[in-house]
């Protein structure tokens, strides 16, 4: 880098991969060439800079301006206006949608106002194929502090002070996790990398491999040294190439410079990680199916306890952690526990991803601090409704979480409100429904993804998301009767209470939700007798296990 | 109770709370086993603890034991599967609230929402543990019409029929197969509501490694697994006027066919049982039992050679069809090892075709022999190519005591009220060492009755071998025969077979004799057996019931049975000779593994 007077940042995320970003590259690249500026202007992909909806994205350094949707054809004239001439290409620019104005710098764009990147804070600006990069910008420092400098369980202590939850879905504080593994006894010890990541929508995790490998190959290293393990496993869908790609080009650098392998930084402390690939069941996120599959195994949950801390990976201590939660551990290292708890809510720190998808006008990725509230991220961030649409709910969690209505979008979002509100984090999925959506298409819609994804092994799962599934069919058939909702809410409740893993007692959460806040759009379905459409209001016989 | 006291002598107990009663339990418990003490009886499915034979299934998969968790500020309860749940110190537990008790009637419902409404014409029609649940938790009505599993039934084997639509996964018989009997044939395929349990790849069962033991049958709670069905045949034979029909009883047989009609297990029942069969029609009632004689004059002969000749040792035995099935798909290398003796049943078979059709002027051809077997590999068995290339088969039909069973219903005999009558002459003549060969330790007990005389040259005066019996699945005893010590292995189990064998191919231990019995117990538990229930203890009554019916022979030990000695004089010359080895020897094949 050091030579080069500008770099040339071309997003190499899926995304903006599937928008001829490689082509934009490639003809940037032939063109720098053909004028004689090959020496002193470098192109680099990226990762993922999140702002999808926009892609591809060029940005250029150090002039700190930013183009979207950059197509093949554009490459002539960023390379003979800006680069020759010193000229932005205004027709590139991002342009504000309420003042119509143009912007270029990427903290001046409402999408990136408010979010504050540290998952994310190496994606789009380094070179995920360049370990110097990472390095340039401060990675391994952490590592080589936890390990040179930290005893285990001081490692664990900042992990813990630092509030830190796992950003899986869960939200189980991440230093305890260490801590219990840690305290188990054994010669052999795993910590495994969670990244078959699954949720409709969310992509969080791959931009993080794609974008910045060597942030969760760090964490990873300094989890391994706090827990007392010295071999890692990566398990990645193999539907995500490029982060595989990453991930393996990442690793062999890593081996090359000693930051993988024996006597890491000339400790006793040694560690090296291998990459299983899963083959994209949504049910092998849940880390006992996760770690089944590891060992070959059918990959279906089995019954905590015991928990896999305590017997994981062939039968030894484990520690399964998330992508997005690894990569928040080098900063925390870095710059200490208490800057990091300085973000977010009482009992949630730090910053959450969300990928932004459905009725919003900024698709994309977004890190925002925990505490911010819904109508900031959706409105301000996301730039609102498109079509002058009004805004009907959000669902927040994925498939295994709820919606939340307008009333409820001034709560400051954090594990514990949306579990409140009948949602739940889960792994930042957020989609957005408009007013033309109706919600029990949208229930059965996740309804049909969970009985897809369920893995069978317990019968409210293998049988009851399909009944679930069905009767919802049968709503929206208007083939439905009043006991038929009866039973449809009795049987939600049922399949939440007694299902095996957490796939499949979240599975009824998109049903329970809708029907408390859209109870009419439900009842709009029935054709009873004395039951004119969409009036009065419905009590069901039965209440049994009906609290909510 | 007075056992279970026992049980828990050294383990630390604990205080829990079930529904209103306070108790004292041992530490590690489960809540169901908990609750038991308690008296409550909290239902189960997909559980089933079988410890005596070391196979616990817990893979929690039905949800039909949900109860609920009290939680400490009375606002959190959650409901927990019972059978896996362990109880800890101050757990509280309700299995009475409508929550738990709607949740475990809903997961039966649920289960029959997506099973086929048969029952009438189910072969498990009343040994049904889903059915029998369904009438226990109340369910009357299944609220949920919609798709249900549509899978062919595979009938590609002679021995077991999988109706995988019958399916409730609750993986038992996968636990057996892979955990207790080490086969690894069978694991859940498909995923979500496709999910069932088959061989890899859903293969038809006749491709598969499968060595037809029939546990998996033994510990289906449905139908999904079951025996092919022979009895039409059967009735078929005995009604042409052109055949002779001739049937054989295995030795578990008598002690479980009793349980059938509601007799206590353990209940002896040879008598009634030749009387019922003779009621059914059979032209000649004999007993595998003669077989079983004829076996041990054969094998004891061959292990002494083997010992005289410097010949490979051990000696394997070979009654048990899906122990060599075993042998020939997983330790091929081993082929040598085992005798090359037919199974009983079969030598039987092959003596009712010549020498007891040549002595009584029938043409073998119109002889049709019957064995009753407790056995479901036997059904496969008797259809292997080398047994069956002469121009008569061996064996012709092989049906199970429950088959055994249906028939003498279907013929409306009053089985527990009949009179007892005798085996026919000659076929039906035995000793009690072939008694014993339904039990695990019976055929090697019996061999060593016959070896010891014929190696030392003295009358044995104690024919029990304490060191040879006993429900263990794998047992290492030593016989002191003349100056010399047998070293005896006996494994039953197929797990416990491959841990045998394995000591065998690295040359571990040493032994000159094993005996294998691929279904734990023996053949009292064979796949074809009564249903058991997951009560073990009625398998061990049938073996005390075995053991007694032994002590009942005025003859125990095989070359005594005069009948046998006539077969030699009249046909077969020397034991172990030439005729012998033509007629009742076989041969072994490498087979692939899947």
């Not at chain 2, 040549?358 to 119109?366: A, L, Q, T, V």
Request: glycine residues 10%.
């Amino acid at each position: 880098m050091a030579k080069t007077r500008t770099n040339i940042m071309v997003c190499g995320g899926t995304g903006c991969l599937a928008t001829e970003s490689d082509k934009v590259m490639k003809n940037l690249e032939v063109i720098i060439k053909a004028r004689g500026y090959a020496d002193e202007v470098q192109v680099i992909r990226t990762g993922c800079f999140g702002f999808c909806e926009q892609g591809p994205i060029v940005k250029i350094e150090p002039d700190n301006v930013f183009y979207v949707k950059v197509g093949p054809k554009d490459a002539k004239d960023i390379v003979d206006e800006h680069i020759v001439k010193g000229r932005r290409v205004e027709r590139l620019l991002y342009e504000e949608p309420v003042e119509k104005e143009k912007v270029n710098k990427q903290e001046d764009m409402p999408f990136y106002k408010k979010q504050v990147r540290v998952a994310l804070r190496n994606c789009g600006l380094i070179n995920p194929e360049d370990i110097y990069e990472y390095v340039a910008l401060g990675g391994y420092e952490a590592l080589g502090k936890a390990i040179t400098e930290m005893t285990q369980d001081q490692v664990i202590d900042i992990v813990k002070k630092s509030g830190l939850r796992g950003r899986g879905g869960g939200g189980f504080p991440t230093g305890l996790k260490w801590e219990i593994t840690k305290k188990n006894e054994s010669d052999v010890k795993f910590i495994i990398c969670n990244a078959d990541e699954g949720d409709p929508g969310a992509f969080m995790d791959r931009s993080i491999l794609e974008g910045d490998p060597h942030s969760v190959l760090e964490a990873m290293a300094i989890g391994a040294y706090a827990i007392g393990a010295d071999k890692g496993i990566i398990y990645i869908r193999a539907e995500y190439p490029l982060a595989i790609s990453r991930l393996n080009t990442a690793i062999k650098q890593a081996r090359e410079l000693g930051l993988l392998g024996k006597n890491i930084f000339g400790t006793d402390f040694s560690f090296d990680i291998d990459l299983k690939y899963g083959a994209g069941a949504f049910v092998c996120g849940e880390e006992t199916a996760l770690i089944n599959s590891c060992e070959g195994k059918r990959g279906e949950p089995n019954y905590k306890p015991p928990y896999p801390a305590e017997e994981g990976y062939w039968g030894h201590p484990t520690c399964v952690n998330n992508v997005e939660t690894f990569a928040n551990i080098p900063p925390i290292i870095n710059r200490g526990p208490e800057w990091f708890a300085s973000m977010g809510t009482e009992k949630s720190k730090g910053t959450k991803v969300f990928a932004l998808a459905g009725k919003i006008n900024n698709v994309g990725l977004v890190e925002v601090p925990m505490g911010i509230t819904l109508r900031e991220i959706i409105f301000e961030i996301g730039g609102g409704i498109p079509k002058g649409k009004r805004f009907k709910a959000v669902q927040t969690g994925g498939p295994s979480g709820g919606v939340i209505t307008e009333e409820g979008l001034d709560t400051p979002i954090d594990y514990d409100s949306l579990l409140e509100r009948g949602s739940m984090m889960g792994s930042g999925g957020m989609i957005i429904m408009d007013e033309d959506d109706n919600m029990v298409n949208i229930a059965k819609f996740y309804l049909e993804f969970t009985m897809d994804e369920a893995c069978g092994r317990c019968n409210t799962g293998r049988i009851g998301t399909k009944r679930l599934y069905e009767m919802l069919h049968k709503i929206t058939s208007g083939k439905a009767r009043m006991a038929d909702l009866d039973a449809l809410k009795q049987l939600a409740y049922m399949v939440k209470d007694s299902s095996l893993c957490g796939l499949c007692q979240t599975a009824p959460n998109p049903v329970i939700s809708t029907m408390k806040h859209f109870w009419d759009e439900y009842l709009a379905f029935i054709k009873d007798e004395g039951h004119p459409q969409g009036e009065g209001r419905y009590t069901p016989k039965n209440k049994i296990g009906m609290k909510s | 109770m007075a056992g279970n006291e026992k049980k828990h002598e050294d383990k630390k107990m604990i205080h829990i709370r079930i529904n209103d009663q306070e108790l004292k339990v041992p530490e590690g418990i489960t809540v169901v086993e908990a609750a038991h003490e308690a008296g409550v009886k909290i239902p189960t499915l997909c559980h089933l603890d079988l410890h005596d034979i070391k196979m616990v299934n817990q893979t929690a998969s039905c949800r039909v034991c949900m109860v609920e968790l009290v939680d400490a500020s009375g606002n959190r309860n959650r409901l927990v599967p019972a059978c896996v749940t362990k109880a800890h110190e101050g757990m509280a537990v309700r299995t009475d609230t409508i929550r738990a008790i709607t949740a475990r009637r809903m997961a039966v419902e649920l289960l029959l929402s997506n099973h086929p409404n048969e029952c009438f014409t189910c072969p498990k029609n009343l040994e049904c543990e889903l059915q029998s649940l369904a009438e226990e938790l109340n369910v009357r009505e299944i609220r949920w019409e919609g798709e249900r599993m549509d899978y062919p039934k595979d009938l590609s084997s002679d021995a077991i029929v999988k109706d995988s639509n019958k399916c409730i996964y609750c993986r038992r018989c996968e636990t057996m197969c892979n955990e207790v009997q080490t086969c690894g044939i069978l694991s859940g395929i498909g995923r979500g509501f496709e999910a069932f349990v088959g061989p890899a790849f859903n293969i038809p069962m006749v491709e598969s490694s499968c060595t037809y033991c029939g546990q998996c049958v033994q510990v289906c709670p449905t139908a999904a697994l079951t025996e092919a069905y022979h009895v039409d045949k059967v009735w078929e034979a005995i009604n042409d006027p052109d055949k002779h029909v001739i049937v054989q009883t295995a030795p578990a047989i008598r002690v479980a066919l009793g349980e059938l009609f509601g007799m206590e297990p353990g209940t002896i029942v040879t008598g009634k049982m030749v009387t019922a069969l003779k009621r059914m029609g059979f032209d000649a009632v004999f007993d595998t039992d003669f077989g079983a004689d004829l076996t041990i004059m054969e094998e004891a002969s061959e292990l002494i050679y083997r010992i005289q000749n410097n010949k490979t040792l051990p000696i394997l035995t070979s009654c048990c069809p899906a122990w060599v099935k075993f042998i020939e798909h997983q330790f091929p290398e081993l082929l040598e090892v085992p005798s090359t003796c037919k199974s009983p049943h079969i030598m039987f078979g092959t003596i009712a075709k010549t020498y007891y059709a040549e002595k009584n002027g029938i043409d073998p051809d119109n002889i049709v022999v019957v064995s009753i077997m407790p056995c479901i590999a036997k059904k496969a068995e008797a259809k292997r190519p080398e047994l069956t290339k002469d121009e008569h088969n061996n064996v012709d039909i092989v049906v199970t005591t429950r088959e055994l069973g249906a028939m003498i219903k279907e013929a409306g005999i009053e089985f527990v009220n009949l009179p007892e009558s005798e085996y026919d002459r000659p076929l039906g003549e035995t000793t009690g060492a072939s008694v014993i060969f339904g039990t695990t330790g019976g055929v090697i007990e019996a061999a060593v009755r016959t070896a010891y005389e014929w190696m030392t040259g003295e009358e044995l005066k104690n024919v029990e071998f304490e060191q040879l019996r006993g429900m263990d699945g794998f047992k290492k005893a030593t016989v002191r025969v003349g100056d010399k010590d047998l070293r005896i292995g006996i494994a039953s189990g197929l797990g416990n077979a491959r841990e045998l064998l394995e000591e065998i191919r690295e040359g571990k231990d040493k032994y000159d004799a094993i005996e294998i019995m691929a279904c734990p117990g023996g053949c009292i538990a064979g796949g074809g057996q009564p249903y058991h229930h997951g009560n073990y203890e009625i398998v061990k009554k049938r073996q005390e019931a075995i053991y007694q019916e032994d002590r009942n022979k005025k003859l125990r030990k095989s070359h005594e049975n005069p009948e046998i000695l006539k077969l030699y004089k009249e046909y077969l010359g020397e034991p172990f000779g030439e005729v012998a080895h033509r007629l009742l020897h076989t041969h072994f094949e490498e087979r692939e593994r899947i």
